[in-house]
């Protein structure tokens, strides 16, 4: 009998379709019934090799072995998933399996995943395509009805491999080159390397920022504000004498109704949520990570099967949906939501193209609910804030507009004109559910009765001082938008267009991983939600080649990889281009003349070359390593612990000695290691306040709150009021 090899991505996914599949009978990597047999991948099992797996010479770091071009590229076994690699290629040659069915997300990487298992495998028999959005049981049973043919996707792959292997080309020589001559840790990259220097551009914009002071003139009529506007609609003098002199022409005169305009505005809501825009939000009112976000939202989809697939750059829905919606909404809804939810059922939903809209439509569609019947106990509290927020985004997109009276009136007093603004409210629309934006649009006072030409007193006139202040430096929200939108950095009008059609630099999925990465480098640095450049990520891009510090870079990428994606396009044309290209960037790094400052320079000398040591950190501690890169000295100077100080509770640092090691706090606490030890062992068993602190945190966080008791319990205490 023969059988249908299904490849999902991990292996979460890869059980929820054979659930679906009916495939009950369970083996070392893989679960099976008489026709499926679904196994999974661990992310990549199969990637490009490293240099040193081509040939001898690239072993080793130097400057005369660059650039590293390799003939052909070679596909080599990730050791760490090796495992679960020969059970793939042990399924995918067995004589009784007729075909394979990529299941890996849909998408580039996707694609990217599936066939170099495949190509590695050499599996030679038919390939289909399933290309699902979320993993309800619905969506994977339409998607095996709508099963695809693998060659469809053919140059979707040959466009992944190609961007693939111009990152390696470009990322490792750029890499080497810039280690090997500034003798330091440096890496530089397509997405890594633009990003930094918006972070440093910004840093010089605010070092260079010189405040300037400026006069804006209120004045008070019918207990009301009033401000001064110029010919251009500016409030803001930089001249004191003229600002002094516009307040003194307007005290003690009578002001005159100049007009007054009502207008009827209306404020949309919101678009569907993609990736980074979730991000965003996540980071500005819960302060997550971006990573943290991707890694809570991949749960919600993966595991709980609440939202759909995450990485996505769309913010619409494609038509098909729409039939969809009614169940989503009912069956997503929770706690305060529901009676929301419920009055927005009652009444037909919108079905327009600012909503549902196929050409805007991507791989995925927007990250909405998927109709799963949502027990919001199962959900962790910060699980629970992202969930959230993607449902009252969802929920808002169906209902009304914003809608307020706006009232603007402008007072005259000889040749100047002051004005103030009053705004009712008429309809709060989407606004009565989309409450994480209230802040930011408040209801202001209202306005008193106010006449066309009424001559009016002055009570109060005043002159206002301020400063100009520097651009903001960015958070992680701030840079995410950034990275999205980095057309103001590029000055070529085409290659903006291109950034914007492909959403920017990097991928909604990989942002994350590239600002955690800049982090861990040690090229800048978090301080609260602010981010800071470091000295060695300022130096690093000056000294990297300056077509790789622009985003233009990743925009003629992308509209080559696009036409390779198309068809329209050879991939081997493309990577021979990013060979002479990454020529051109190691010449231009070997020819440099910029010099390079190491900041963990220590006035310590190498016992071995007589070179200063510089003190660096790695996973375990602290050590001195030679600034020679040819020498090889090495000497531990601390081990990281997961110990706390008994004074001021941070991590310990152990010392090494030649007696008794020590432990040492950067508080300055200090302790043998052995008396350490001893005064834990008498101590143990008993609890303190910290460890009960830490405890209920702890169970506050991992266990939901039950809200069904919290509800009755609620109820009964309104009772007894």
């Known amino acids: 009998?023969?059988?249908?090899?299904?490849?999902?991505?991990?292996?979460?996914?890869?059980?929820?379709?054979?659930?679906?599949?009916?495939?009950?009978?369970?083996?070392?990597?893989?679960?099976?019934?008489?026709?499926?047999?679904?196994?999974?991948?661990?992310?990549?099992?199969?990637?490009?090799?490293?240099?040193?797996?081509?040939?001898?010479?690239?072993?080793?770091?130097?400057?005369?072995?660059?650039?590293?071009?390799?003939?052909?590229?070679?596909?080599?076994?990730?050791?760490?998933?090796?495992?679960?690699?020969?059970?793939?290629?042990?399924?995918?040659?067995?004589?009784?399996?007729?075909?394979?069915?990529?299941?890996?997300?849909?998408?580039?990487?996707?694609?990217?995943?599936?066939?170099?298992?495949?190509?590695?495998?050499?599996?030679?028999?038919?390939?289909?395509?399933?290309?699902?959005?979320?993993?309800?049981?619905?969506?994977?049973?339409?998607?095996?009805?709508?099963?695809?043919?693998?060659?469809?996707?053919?140059?979707?792959?040959?466009?992944?491999?190609?961007?693939?292997?111009?990152?390696?080309?470009?990322?490792?020589?750029?890499?080497r080159a810039l280690t090997c001559k500034y003798n330091d840790s440096l890496s530089a990259g397509r997405v890594q390397t633009p990003t930094l220097a918006m972070i440093v551009q910004r840093e010089e914009e605010i070092n260079s920022f010189v405040p300037q002071s400026f006069y804006e003139i209120v004045l008070t009529v019918k207990g009301v504000p009033f401000t001064y506007i110029n010919k251009n609609k500016e409030t803001r003098i930089f001249s004191k004498e003229e600002a002094e002199e516009i307040l003194n022409n307007s005290r003690n005169k009578k002001a005159n109704v100049k007009d007054i305009k009502k207008t009827l505005k209306k404020e949309q809501p919101p678009l569907l949520y993609d990736l980074t825009e979730l991000q965003r939000d996540a980071n500005r009112f819960f302060s997550f990570s971006a990573k943290k976000t991707l890694d809570l939202v991949q749960d919600l989809y993966e595991k709980h099967k609440y939202l759909t697939y995450p990485r996505t750059d769309s913010k619409y829905l494609s038509t098909d949906i729409f039939q969809t919606i009614f169940e989503r909404i009912k069956n997503g809804l929770f706690g305060e939501y529901v009676k929301v939810g419920e009055d927005l059922l009652k009444r037909p939903l919108k079905n327009n193209k600012r909503i549902f809209n196929n050409s805007k439509v991507t791989d995925h569609h927007a990250i909405i609910p998927t109709g799963e019947k949502v027990n919001i106990n199962y959900l962790s509290s910060d699980q629970k804030k992202i969930y959230e927020l993607v449902l009252k985004r969802f929920l808002a997109a169906f209902m009304d507009d914003y809608q307020y009276e706006e009232t603007q009136i402008l007072l005259n007093i000889g040749s100047y004109d002051y004005r103030t603004k009053g705004k009712i409210v008429i309809d709060s629309g989407f606004y009565s559910v989309f409450k994480a934006y209230q802040e930011e649009n408040e209801e202001k006072a209202y306005l008193p009765r106010f006449t066309l030409n009424e001559s009016l007193t002055i009570e109060k006139a005043n002159l206002k001082s301020g400063l100009t202040t520097p651009p903001a430096r960015y958070t992680e929200a701030t840079l995410l938008s950034a990275m999205e939108h980095p057309g103001k950095f590029i000055d070529n009008e085409e290659m903006k267009v291109i950034l914007e059609e492909a959403c920017g630099i990097g991928t909604p999925a990989t942002r994350a991983e590239i600002i955690e990465r800049i982090f861990s480098a040690g090229y800048a640095e978090l301080k609260g939600k602010t981010i800071y450049p470091t000295s060695k990520g300022i130096q690093l891009i000056n000294l990297v080649p300056k077509h790789l510090k622009s985003p233009e870079l990743t925009a003629k990428w992308e509209k080559e990889l696009t036409l390779i994606s198309q068809g329209k396009r050879k991939s081997e044309a493309f990577i021979k281009e990013m060979e002479e290209y990454t020529k051109r960037l190691v010449d231009s790094i070997k020819n440099s003349n910029e010099s390079y400052r190491h900041d963990n320079l220590t006035r310590k000398k190498c016992p071995e070359c007589d070179q200063n040591l510089l003190e660096v950190k790695n996973k375990r501690g602290k050590m001195l390593v030679c600034s020679n890169r040819s020498c090889r000295y090495r000497k531990q100077l601390a081990f990281f612990t997961n110990l706390r100080c008994p004074t001021c509770h941070k991590l310990l640092e152990k010392i090494p000695s030649s007696t008794d090691d020590y432990y040492v706090c950067v508080c300055g606490y200090k302790e043998k290691v052995s008396f350490y030890h001893e005064k834990q062992k008498n101590a143990r068993g008993q609890m303190t306040k910290r460890d009960i602190s830490k405890y209920m945190a702890k169970q506050n966080k991992e266990i939901p709150a039950n809200l069904v008791f919290l509800e009755k319990l609620k109820e009964l205490q309104d009772k007894e009021k």
């Open 1 to 175: 009998m023969s059988r249908t090899v299904v490849l999902a991505e991990k292996p979460s996914v890869g059980r929820e379709i054979a659930r679906v599949l009916g495939c009950h009978n369970k083996d070392n990597g893989y679960l099976y019934n008489h026709k499926y047999i679904v196994t999974w991948a661990l992310g990549h099992l199969v990637t490009l090799a490293v240099p040193e797996q081509y040939t001898d010479k690239w072993k080793e770091w130097k400057l005369e072995t660059l650039p590293m071009i390799p003939e052909r590229t070679k596909l080599v076994v990730i050791k760490e998933t090796s495992k679960q690699y020969n059970v793939v290629n042990r399924l995918l040659n067995r004589p009784d399996v007729d075909e394979l069915i990529i299941a890996t997300d849909a998408g580039r990487e996707g694609e990217l995943v599936a066939r170099w298992i495949i190509e590695k495998c050499r599996f030679r028999k038919p390939i289909k395509r399933l290309w699902i959005s979320s993993l309800t049981d619905q969506a994977i049973k339409e998607g095996f009805k709508k099963i695809r043919p693998g060659n469809e996707f053919l140059n979707l792959h040959a466009s992944a491999q190609a961007r693939s292997i111009a990152d390696w080309l470009v990322g490792l020589n750029v890499t």
